[in-house]
């Protein structure tokens, strides 16, 4: 069974998304081809209903190291959102979940889920593996960032006691972009595949809206790969940035987070620095140059996703 039709089992026909005539004329008006018709039109033969629908199409593959899945269900969450880009943007070209490939393949875009384990060689090779492969590698989620609640793990829990360390992947290979969040939104995701799209292969005008857009996000490997609960007080709160929403609290682990008089209070002692409040805090990376383009950047994603 295809990936296609194992997803229209779970979420439902896809047959709308897959019968629909995909241009991307309203987000790249010059590098896609419409969908040959005898391709999709004929039901009988999987070979062919299989094949690319779009040329030029980036690959993107998910990896998964430690982690909970949860980066990986907020990326299936796009529902018939994944369909548009699994149609006309990107050929997920590995995944452990969804996927039958064992080998990390050569793909233009990585999204690895999780930190990685120091005590396992598997999960060491598969992480240099994965940026020998990738052109871009993207920590997808807080664990892949910063470590996440897998800088909680000691080692001698029951399943895997020698497992003791963890750190972020940018620990061990550089890393391209980080997308924070516990677990990053669908949308979140989204945006970042289309974006990841036209940066690669768009035209000059939408190379540089994927620049604008991403550029905050490819600053944050540069800041390095540990985040605390002072990175909240003086990078969002002293910035007179947070407005109290309480997702640092409900993300912290080891309950170091408290509300006082609508923001947060960080006891300091209890923190673990595992980085998920600030991953998880809507204005951790927050760019005003970014906000000012908002519309626009919009408007490209909303083109991109209803072509
Ligand atoms: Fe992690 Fe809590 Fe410290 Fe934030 S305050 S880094 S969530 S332990
Ligand atoms: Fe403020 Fe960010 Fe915490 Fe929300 S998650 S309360 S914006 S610091």
């Known amino acids: 069974m295809g990936l296609r039709e ?12 897959t019968n629909k005539n995909v241009s991307t004329t309203p987000v790249n ?3 896609t081809t419409p969908v040959n018709p005898t391709t999709v039109e004929n039901k009988e033969n999987k070979t062919q209903k299989e094949e690319r629908l779009v040329a030029d199409k980036i690959t993107i593959g998910h990896v998964h190291m430690s ?14 959102g994944l ?8 050929d997920l070209v590995y995944c452990l979940t969804l996927m039958d490939v064992r080998d990390i393949p050569k793909m233009d875009v990585a999204l690895v889920e999780g930190s990685v384990c120091i005590n396992n060689h598997h999960s060491i090779e598969d992480i240099r593996k994965t940026r020998e492969n990738a052109a871009v590698v993207v920590a997808l989620g807080g664990c892949a960032s910063y470590g996440n609640i897998t800088r909680f793990c000691r080692g001698g829990q029951w399943n895997q006691p020698g497992h003791e360390g963890f750190v972020p992947i940018g620990d061990l290979i550089n890393v391209d972009v980080y997308l924070p969040g516990c677990p990053p939104s669908p949308q979140a995701i989204r945006n ?12 000059d005008e939408q190379k540089a809206l994927a620049t604008k857009y991403l550029e905050p996000l490819m600053k944050l490997p540069t800041l390095g790969t540990e985040a605390c609960g002072c990175d909240l007080m003086t990078k969002v709160i002293n910035h007179g940035l947070c407005m109290g929403c309480g997702t640092c609290v409900a993300s912290c682990p080891v309950r170091a987070i408290t509300m006082e008089s ?31 383009q908002f519309e626009t950047i919009l408007g490209a994603i909303d083109g991109a996703m209803n072509p």
């Open 6 to 17: 194992w997803l229209s089992k779970i979420f439902g026909s896809s047959e709308e998304s």
């Open 67 to 80: 982690g909970c899945t949860g980066c990986l269900i907020s990326l299936a969450d796009n529902y018939e």
């Open 192 to 203: 970042l595949c289309v974006m990841a799209y036209l940066l690669l292969k768009g035209t």
């Open 83 to 90: 369909f548009t880009l699994l149609d006309n943007y990107a």
């Open 29 to 31: 008006e010059t590098k």
């Open 262 to 292: 609508g923001k947060p209070n960080i006891e300091r002692d209890m923190c673990i620095k595992c980085g998920a409040c600030y991953t998880a805090c809507p204005r951790s990376f927050i760019s005003l140059e970014l906000t000012a």
